[in-house]
């Protein structure tokens, strides 16, 4: 499983975390661990931090230390915890890659205590539609398993809806190259040809909303990240 080192940065994921300001003896549950790379940096700040493992670990995989494993097949919502389990709930991978995002807010409320604590760091699409769709359209072709990105009024919705009351907010800018941005996706060439060609295209009037820009052989371009805090209401 190759990470970026831009999204695996431990600086950036200690600061969502000190945003996030976790209890020392809060019980955490991280719904899907991925990489484990914010398991590794949130287990320390809390006194218990169950994680959910939903894919085989790859080869040479780190354990992450102090963090209990559990396994669950495939993308499934539910969680095999009882209700009211836990006083923050947490996701590791990117969470629009759930395809039932509704049900599994419905579970982590669930497994949430009440005056608990929900934290999210996810990359948001632009609120106007064209920029939207340009930005999923590049990163259908790095990735076929992209779904699509949720705009941040869309996300705040769902939270409301599944029963979260946002307190903290705070959008950050995350700078990405062409060629880091490909790690681990492994696109063929025609798709990396074309993916350069919306690049080029997309600097003019900033059709994608990411503030492209052509750097000798490369592109550096901006996403937007939402740190999210939301309490659940009982």
Known sequence: MLVSRIIADPRRLRRFVRFVSPSAEAVALDVWLGPAVLARVLAPRVSRLVAVQREDPPRNWRRPRNVELVRVAGLAPELPFPDETFDLVTCGRPFHHFPRPREVLSEMWRVCRPGGWLALEETVAHEQEVRARYQDRLERLRDRSHPRYFRLSELLHLLGEAG??????????????????LLGARPSPQKVELMRRLMTGGQEADLSGLDIRAVGDTFVFTQRLAWLVAERIA
């Open 164 to 181: 979260f009351l946002v307190r903290r907010l705070q959008v950050v800018d995350l700078q990405r190259e062409f060629n880091e941005w």
